[in-house]
């Protein structure tokens, strides 16, 4: 294997994509891996990807990329409903996949892309990149020492604007059957993170809604009937017995971003930020007992990215790429993983 590992990435395009908010500024920081090839639906596209990011290769179809003997790994990061193909084909290739979350439309996507990876023995990846957020990586590690004790209740809520609203190129995600939305998105990376930190569930009750029952497509003002869930709200359990409420929502205004808060016995811990927590920057508050919340340092060992990986959107995705890395080349440290993916599908 090469020094980096040689990676080609599906969906590459420069114009406003999260590829090109996060994927692609991760790997021109990356000193891990290479962004040896990109992949666009469109020959022109394709090498304007190419040139824009230092790659060397550029292709118009995924089929050919995944084929190549220059490529070690593949990152899909397209819609939704189109990760299972490319996935499914790269890991009968014989690539380690870096796939974005949700990993497939459905869970039956999900358990056969796992099981296929599985029976290959290739390393993935999903994007689950709360989990490698250094704040909630740190939050982890104290719950487990005991900071806060017994765990006796966890709240957590993300509150995003602009339900009413979205350009054309977004609009498709009004489709509840194709699995981009509030409940898959935002929902699965909210609950995630609190599963990373707290643990699982023993049990929960649900309230899945559609308030916002049609969007403003505001590329040709029209409005267009919706089915995709917008509110979620969640009352449970968790296995060491502490009680769980959530709320993820998308809302007309004044969205009043993300907060994880952990009440135990002996403490409280509070993580927050301005959006999802897989996206950006996440504060960590806690107290001892009766003590006032006051910032938490985060240790700098929870931050692996390479030096120069951009903040915001990038950094994240960053660390998920060095994990991606490392067990690649089979030294410690694991990322989210497709068995992970079909966890939280479930």
Request: charged share 20%; hydrophobic share 45%.
């Amino acid at each position: 294997m090469a020094d980096k590992i040689r990676l080609g990435l599906i969906g590459a395009s420069v114009k406003g994509t999260w590829s090109s908010r996060s994927h692609l500024p991760a790997l021109q920081a990356s000193a891990a891996v290479e962004l040896t090839a990109v992949c666009t639906t469109r020959a022109d596209s394709a090498e304007a990807a190419r040139q824009a990011y230092g790659a060397r290769l550029a292709f118009d179809d995924w089929r050919k990329m995944v084929a190549s003997p220059e490529i070690d790994a593949v990152a899909v990061v397209v819609r939704v409903p189109s990760h299972y193909e490319p996935t499914k084909a790269a890991l009968e290739a014989g690539k380690h996949v870096y796939c974005e979350w949700p990993l497939g439309r459905t869970t039956a996507e999900a358990e056969e892309l796992a099981r296929l990876a599985e029976a290959k023995r290739l390393v993935t990846a999903v994007g689950l990149q709360a989990r490698v957020n250094p704040a909630l990586m740190h939050m982890r590690e104290l719950v487990a020492a005991g900071y806060v004790g017994e765990i006796m209740a966890v709240h957590v809520s993300i509150i995003r604007d602009g339900v009413l609203t979205r350009p054309s190129h977004r609009t498709w995600q009004r489709d509840a059957e194709l699995g981009a939305n509030t409940l898959t998105i935002a929902n699965g990376h909210t609950i995630d993170a609190m599963r990373f930190v707290t643990g699982d569930f023993a049990r929960l009750s649900a309230i899945v809604a559609t308030q916002a029952k049609q969007w403003l497509d505001t590329g040709t003002n029209t409005w267009l009937d919706v089915t995709s869930p917008d509110n979620i709200v969640i009352g449970g359990r968790l296995k060491n017995s502490a009680v769980v409420s959530s709320h993820v929502g998308a809302i007309p205004y004044t969205g009043s971003g993300y907060r994880m808060e952990i009440y135990g016995r002996d403490g409280t811990l509070v993580a927050s930020g301005p959006d999802s927590p897989q996206l950006g920057a996440i504060v960590l508050h806690g107290a001892k007992r009766n003590d006032a919340l006051a910032p938490l340092p985060i240790p700098e060992r929870f931050t692996v990215a390479s030096p120069g990986t951009p903040v915001g959107e990038a950094f994240n995705v960053g660390q998920m790429y060095a994990l991606f890395a490392e067990a690649i080349r089979g030294r410690e440290g694991r990322p989210p993983n497709f068995a992970t993916a079909v966890e939280l599908h479930r």
